[in-house]
């Protein structure tokens, strides 16, 4: 299986598709039982600074969006005085830095006098004295000044774009949600975990202020740097020697020092795969039941040594093989040298101590000034290069958190009322498919095809046949979440596509077979289903007991107050705080899904809706649930237009007024029960077949 990802969790605007059998432009490393495949760098990928020459038509497309996101942050309360503030803290450690090696050389000139001379000017001491212990004191404050700005600073913009963002992803529809290139934009724009996460723009920001504090550190301690050299014999013969120094140690970090790139992982070794299946097995608690009860312990044992003989040594980690490869790929030429080079200033400093003894002193502390100074400087220079492919990337990453809020939802709105009479939706509704067909997707096959019934106000339908027959589909066509690919649907004699999507799906409500629970308590996944009521408890209590659930939540010791499944973790366990609740409620989770639906169509007295969509409603209930749930639905007949998708037959199905049933995504039978039967078509031995078992 691919594991396809990235080195770092930083944002790319790497084009084209990654193909692990391309060899011109993918590398292919075999990693004991992996086979490792990396996006090939490009020959000046190593060189700082050389990546965002190719990035340079991306940051101009950013600017634009930087600017907006410039405006937008300042126009948040307070954060324009904050940003001023980190601004201040940033540029002041730029500059006392370098002033502070000013004075440092000032005072070796001092001690250079006086030994020279044999005299001190003792305010002249004292004043630069004071002026390098103001520049430490500066300088550490400028530090704490920007580290207690960042705090609120990234609070309040990670809270403004956090908001904004979620409506962004809340307005997709589903077709879009489900998009590949969606996930994709949305995955950039929102990680998988908020912990520690720092926001887009203050990270946008934040990288722009290192830029800027860099490029000013090099320009001012490089000024500072040839204002001390010009003023001490031999400053710059060590000044270019321990440069070398360094720069044979950057060359000996290339390799750790290599862009951010595509990559993907698998394994064909079956006992590896054989190995990790077992591990999973014995791990995992749901597998406990049938290794206990079928005496499977010592040959799941025995069956993993033997997986594990086989592989050997190889069988590690991919994160672990990994990492001892970068060891590996870490020694070169350049590491050899690294350690002795940096002690030829030390031997160059010996032998000219030699030629003038009578210096040692000065120059010894001109040594340290020098390598301090030089060590510095060539970390801010690398600092500045790489950091222009960090703004490039955070200008990419900025457009990226803007242009989410521009994603065109696929079902387009409407723009008819729905209803024109508000009165007309509390008598039901009529609904019509003529002709419908439609497929998923992606999908070659259709799901639905050549559909056509008309169903009345107020009439009862019942859709009936085997599995992935297109029963569900016609539900999620009714209320839009999909439109057909051919024909029309008819709501109350309009076109569907031309309603107004929010009228169209307030007056609609739908329970689907995979129902979900929100991570949210039991009483908000209720009152969820009506958000004008959500407030009310008489009526949440009210859904809860027609969907028939209040008994079993009332057992539970949060009661209504309950987390099926709590969104934050006590991080004092392993588990969720209310697991045991969330394993007792899930014997009603059905309950549940039909209480919000009962809040939304049945609780509230002026309530808008007038059609119902049920898909499998009592797929887990008990028969005498599933009794009372259908008793409550057919007392609402004529009062709500109602469609229900089963493959059970009996309960509604007497009822119903059309009956269709559905085979491969076509209608093959739509009728009466009483007109079905007397066909004997495929619904009469469907019947007869189920009707036996209680004979």
Sequence with gaps: MWRPGRQTNTFSDRKGTFDPTDTRHVKHTKLEVWDFYEEREPKLARIPGSSSLEKYMDLLEGLPY?????????????????????????????????????????????????????????????????????????????????????????????????????????????????TTNVQRQLDEVFPESDLGKIPVAFEALQTAAIFVRAGTQVLAQGFALMQVLGEHRDGLLLCVITGLSQGTMWFSQLNAMQPTRVWA???????????????????????????????????????????????????GEFREQQRWEAVRQGFSLWTLFEHPFQYVPHIVFALRAIQYPASIPVSLASLHLIQSAMHGLIANFYRLANSTSSVAEQLAAVRKLYEVGNIKNKVQDGTVPFPEDASEIKSSVAVEFRNVSFKYPGAENYALR?????????????????????????????????????????????????????????????????????????????????????????????????????????????????????????????????????????????????ARTFMR????????????????????????????????????????????????FGNLTRHADLILYMNESVVVEAGTHEELLKREGEYANIWKLQAQAFM
């Design 450 to 594: 050549n559909i056509s019934f008309k169903l009345a106000p107020g009439q009862l339908c019942v859709i009936v046949g085997v599995n992935g027959s297109g029963k569900s589909t016609i539900l999620k066509l009714i209320v839009r979440l999909y439109d057909p690919d051919e024909e029309e649907i008819l709501i109350g004699g309009h076109d569907i596509r031309t309603l107004k999507l929010h009228d169209l799906r307030q007056a609609i409500s739908v329970l689907f077979q995979d129902f979900t629970h929100f991570p949210l308590s039991i009483r908000d996944n209720i009152a969820i289903g009506d958000p004008s009521a959500a407030g009310d408890d008489d009526h949440v209590r009210l859904a809860a007991r027609l969907g028939g659930a209040e008994s079993f939540i009332e057992k539970l010791p949060d009661g209504f107050n309950t987390y099926l499944d709590r969104p934050v973790r006590d991080l004092k366990e392993r588990r969720h705080s209310s697991d045991a609740a969330s394993t007792t409620a899930r014997c009603g989770m059905q309950g549940i899904a039909v």
């Design 601 to 648: 169509s049945v609780v509230s007295e002026d309530t808008n809706v007038g059609l119902l969509l049920f898909d499998e409603p009592s797929a887990s209930l008990d028969p005498v649930a599933e009794h009372d749930l259908f008793n409550r639905l057919r007392e609402l007949r004529g009062s709500k237009t109602m469609l229900f998708s089963s493959h059970r």
């Design 66 to 178: 930087v600017w907006r996101m410039v405006k937008d942050v300042l126009a948040i309360p307070t954060c324009a005085v904050l940003l001023l503030l980190y601004a201040v803290g940033q540029l002041g450690q730029a500059i006392f830095p370098a002033l502070g090696l000013w004075y440092q050389g000032q005072l070796l000139n001092i001690v250079q006098v006086a030994i020279d001379t044999r005299t001190v000017d003792a305010s002249h001491l004292l004043h630069v004295s004071a002026g390098r212990i103001m520049c430490s004191l500066a300088q550490r404050a400028m530090a704490i000044l920007s580290f207690r700005v960042q705090e609120p600073l990234t609070a309040r913009i990670g809270r403004w774009y956090g908001v904004r963002l979620f409506h962004a992803r809340a307005r997709l529809d589903l077709p879009t949600y489900e």
């Design 265 to 315: 992982a698998t394994t064909t070794n079956e006992e590896y795969v054989k190995m990790q299946g077992w591990r999973r097995v014995v791990s995992d608690a749901a597998h406990r039941k049938e290794i206990v009860a079928g005496n499977l312990g010592e040959y799941a044992s025995s069956e993993f040594k033997k997986a594990s003989d086989k592989v050997g040594d190889k069988a």
